[in-house]
T-cell receptor, first 116, second 115 residues
Framework: AQKVTQAQTEISVVEKEDVTLDCVYE???????LFWYKQPPSGELVFLIR??????QNEISGRYSWNFQKSTSSFNFTITASQVVDSAVYFC?????????????FGPGTRLSVLP | ETGVTQSPTHLIKTRGQQVTLRCSSQ?????VSWYQQALGQGPQFIFQ???????GRGNFPPRFSGLQFPNYSSELNVNALELDDSALYLC??????????????FGPGTRLTVL
């Protein structure tokens, strides 16, 4: 069965601090996709990144970076030099695609508060 | 913005009533998925529609039903509303090609309150 765990319910940091959001997943498939979404107070889910199970290269996009480790079933997300605008709920999600599309299993989310 | 629209934005109903939520998918997309997000939780998959048929369903009772129209827009219907149905309902559209992964794009959601 698919499962995504985000052990950190809430994190508060002061602006310019670095922060890492943890994500641990469970799946029996060898082919799967992992995602991070940001949900600001407006409610819309904003796509941040997608990784497939065959690509373990870490990725950096501006202040964001992701560390994918299959050995520990983790896909952690780091924000460097955090800003107040980063305050939101962040979701990690897992998808096991089939021939007709894919359904996401989301983690419970981590609420990040960046204080000025 | 993703190009996925949902209506209405907010809705208040009373227990036992029925509700219909609507979703217009992004241009070129043929698949719509619906998710329920209760307060403080992650979204949970309700069902997916592809080629106007239900194609996968999460752990939701039959009073949650849907439709997909020839233009690929979709409706989510909930009968006999219960207090626990209060949530943000998100739809996501994608283009299913049968072979390759296709990105899901989420709409802004409809916030349903059941009193």
């Amino acid at each position: 069965a698919q499962k995504v765990t985000q052990a950190q319910t809430e994190i508060s940091v002061v602006e310019k601090e670095d922060v890492t959001l943890d994500c641990v997943y469970e799946t029996r498939d060898t082919t799967y996709y992992l995602f991070w979404y940001k949900q600001p107070p407006s409610g819309e889910l904003v796509f941040l990144i997608r990784r497939n199970s065959f690509d373990e290269q870490n990725e950096i996009s501006g202040r964001y970076s992701w560390n994918f480790q299959k050995s520990t079933s983790s896909f952690n997300f780091t924000i460097t030099a955090s800003q107040v605008v980063d305050s939101a709920v962040y979701f990690c999600a897992l998808s096991e695609p089939d021939n007709y599309g894919q359904n996401f299993v989301f983690g419970p989310g981590t609420r990040l508060s960046v204080l000025p | 913005e993703t190009g996925v629209t949902q209506s209405p934005t907010h809705l208040i109903k009373t227990r036992g009533q029925q509700v219909t939520l609507r979703c217009s998918s992004q241009s070129g997309h043929n698949t719509v998925s619906w998710y329920q997000q209760a307060l403080g939780q992650g979204p949970q998959f309700i069902f997916q529609y592809y080629r106007e048929e239900e194609n996968g369903r999460g752990n939701f009772p039959p009073r949650f039903s849907g439709l997909q129209f020839p233009n690929y827009s979709s409706e989510l219907n909930v009968n006999a509303l219960e207090l626990d149905d209060s949530a943000l309902y998100l739809c996501a559209s994608s283009r299913t090609s049968g072979v390759f992964y296709n990105e899901q794009f989420f709409g802004p959601g409809t916030r349903l309150t059941v009193l």
